[in-house]
């Protein structure tokens, strides 16, 4: 809902996004993530050896167990308590707040029927504070700036807020044959200009899945791990890749040749520096968030606009689109 440009980052490196002709007759969304349901407020799920209901997010749910009205999690804000790190050097460090366990109504919405979804999702998250509470009115909100605000001031949102989605199921078969998938993003941060990104140029083209790159926050994983969880960041930029196969296939107004040999001199731009700045980086590691976010307009200068895709834009294309171009905001559909 709060229409941000790549995925969360705790499955992965790279998104898939589903055809919105599955909304018509086959998505169930819940109001939170159906994991934290499980973990917080399934009164038998609880009671198992081994639950984890003691992971620690802050969210408030209609607990099975009336005996059990609150909940103490920890979450990224102050250092007040260090749990597991990858890196040793760097701890993540965890806030602690104390959540009231009512209030959610986990039933699920679908097409047409979907206010209750956003009324329990801002209770559900009403505990959580990040920078971007300051545009008032929660988590609702939240929502509404980021779709009608006309300056970053009300746009711009953290990583912390990322985590507040809506969980959309799609109830159905996904079949490539029938373009049930419309575009593969990559994590920029983590593959562009690395062997990997390649494989997931060939794997977008063998599908004939248009492919998109992303910056989020500029991190590899949104900041939950790197003390920028609570950063307010744009989440808006995505960028169409120009290699020839995947203009191939959509209706962009990139010029095929001249973009395909910019988007090669970008590519080769940030494989530069991920050799040259941070030698000891795997071939496979994230960039440093302000190498990432420093690279981003460099690249994009690179194309122009007219491979940019709008993320915030209202979603009026049709179901084989994949969003509009920043350049006039004009539908990028498939041509076939």
């Known amino acids: 809902m709060l229409r941000v440009d790549k995925g969360n980052p705790q499955f992965g490196r790279v998104a898939a996004v589903f055809s919105p002709s599955f909304w018509s007759d086959a998505v169930a969304a819940t109001p939170v993530d159906s994991g934290l349901y499980e973990g917080w407020c399934n009164k038998t799920y609880i009671g198992l050896p081994g ?50 366990c009512a209030s959610l109504n986990p039933s699920p919405g679908t097409l047409g029927h979907i206010d209750h979804v956003l009324l329990s999702n801002a209770r559900a998250w ?86 998109a790159w992303a910056i989020g926050d500029g991190t590899d994983d949104q900041g939950f791990a790197t003390y920028s969880a609570y950063d307010r ?7 169409l890749d120009a290699s020839i196969g995947n203009l191939r296939l959509v209706n962009t107004s990139l010029q095929r040749d001249l973009s395909s040999t910019a988007f090669a001199r970008a590519w080769a731009l940030v494989a530069a520096a991920r050799a040259t700045s941070y030698p000891e980086l795997p071939e496979d590691g994230p960039l440093p968030r302000g190498l990432a976010r420093g690279l981003w307009p460099q690249v994009t200068a690179m194309l122009g606009d007219a491979a940019l895709l709008g993320v915030r834009a209202p979603a009026t294309c049709g179901g084989a689109c994949i969003g509009r171009s920043a350049r006039g905001g004009a539908c990028v559909c498939y041509l076939e």
Request: proline share 6%; glycine share 10%; charged share 15%.
């Open 126 to 211: 009403a505990g959580l504070i990040t920078n971007s509470t300051t545009v008032g009115g929660g988590q609702l909100g939240r929502l509404f700036s980021r779709w009608h605000g006309d300056s970053s001031r009300w746009t711009d949102i953290s990583a912390a807020d990322t985590a507040t989605y809506i969980e959309s199921n799609v109830l159905a078969q996904a079949l490539f044959s029938e373009r049930s998938i419309t575009l593969y993003i990559g994590c920029f941060a983590s593959l562009f200009g690395t062997a990997r990104g390649k494989t997931l140029q060939l794997v977008a083209s063998s599908r004939g899945i248009a492919l």
């Open 51 to 100: 639950s984890t209901h003691s992971i620690g997010m802050p969210v408030a749910c209609a607990s099975l167990e009336p005996s059990i009205p609150f909940f103490a999690p920890y979450y990224p804000y102050t250092r007040t308590r260090t749990l597991y790190s990858p890196n040793p050097s760097s701890p993540i460090y965890y806030h602690h707040a104390q959540v009231e």
């Open 233 to 239: 960041a744009g989440f808006d930029g995505r960028l």
